[in-house]
């Protein structure tokens, strides 16, 4: 898929020379589809995201199938994709038993999930704050111990359906709560997409003052208002280097019924690629292996890159 050398590269000051993007496509991006999809194809998936450059690619969930059905196959997925070269497979583990089947197929970088509101720790974790911050402790502790890296994601850290504006010291309390636990990133979730670039910056300013490094931060915007672009510039310009994305713009979060897809790669991409900043990401093979899922989904892709691109080699 041609782009005809664009989009023109115009870098602007103040930017960071390389962002590694955090593929969610293959977790996240999945963990919501009503049809199922085929574990080969997941593999496959996961496989052509990483021949288009991709070195960080999400690759499943350890959680209850009940809980999440489309990702009840981590066990079998797992294997077929350990084996990528150069490619870090991170995985989602929600409690000490989730840790013990990850860790018993090779997983060496661990994610765990957090809330920054009452109202969506109980309907994702079933649990208060405070419970599911004390559920998580032991497991970045023996994920540590185990040499794992520990990244945790922070939810409505921007906005919840229920409880609306969420207070900027809520969401720094937790996090720093993570950080002390032992984890090595923390990642900011625009669960429901309504974060708007002034808040995205008055939120990392809080971080740093409460001790967060910026490099020990990543984004993870949805694009429900059309704002994740933004979003994500307000960041790199604050000095973050880690986006995560969805290849095609796939995911939603099945406890928040308003949150849509997450921000897609492929835009992402287009952006950093015009501003000169370094991704690794072969645009031309992810904008292919976007449609090829957008084709097992049978339905089209949300990203306007995807459908832009696909639509000029028609």
């Known amino acids: 898929m041609s782009v005809d050398g664009l989009p023109m590269v115009v870098p602007a000051p103040g930017l960071p020379a390389r962002v590694r993007i955090h593929e969610v496509g293959a977790r996240d991006g999945l963990q919501n589809e009503k049809m199922a999809v085929p574990t080969s194809v997941k593999a496959e998936f996961i496989r052509r995201l990483a021949d288009a450059g991709l070195t960080t690619i999400e690759a499943t969930s350890f959680v209850h199938p009940r809980w999440v059905p489309q990702l009840a196959d981590a066990e079998e997925l797992y294997p077929l994709v350990s084996d990528l070269s150069g ?3 991170p995985v989602l583990v929600p409690n000490e038993r989730g840790l013990d089947r990850a860790l018993a197929l090779g997983a060496r970088r661990i994610a765990v999930f957090a809330s920054a509101t009452e109202s969506f720790a109980k309907a994702n974790l079933n649990r208060t704050l405070d419970e599911s911050l004390a559920v998580f402790a032991p ?5 540590k111990d185990e040499g794992a890296h520990v990244r945790g994601y922070v939810s409505m850290c921007f906005g919840d359906p229920w409880e609306g504006a969420v207070p900027l010291h809520q969401v720094a309390r937790v996090c720093t709560a993570l950080r002390d636990m032992g984890c090595d990133e923390l990642s900011l979730g625009d669960t429901i997409g309504v974060a708007t670039p002034g808040h995205v910056l008055e939120l990392l300013s809080l971080l740093n003052e409460k001790g967060v490094p910026t ?26 280097t880690t986006v995560d994305a969805s290849a095609g713009g796939l995911g939603g979060c099945p406890y928040a019924k308003s949150a849509t897809g997450n921000l897609a790669t492929e835009d992402l991409v287009w952006m950093l690629h015009g501003l000169g900043i370094e991704t690794g990401v072969d645009l031309g ?11 097992h989904l049978d339905r089209p892709s949300p990203s306007r890159t995807v459908r832009a691109l696909s639509h000029k080699d028609q």
Not at 139 to 143: F, H, K, N, Q, S
């Open 87 to 89: 490619v870090e497979l």
């Open 139 to 143: 497991v970045v502790r023996r994920a």
């Open 215 to 240: 490099n020990e931060i990543g984004v993870h915007f949805h694009d429900t208002y059309g704002q994740a672009l933004a979003n994500t510039l307000a960041a790199l310009q604050h000095g973050v």
């Open 285 to 295: 093979r992810l904008t292919a292996t976007s449609v090829w899922m957008a084709a």
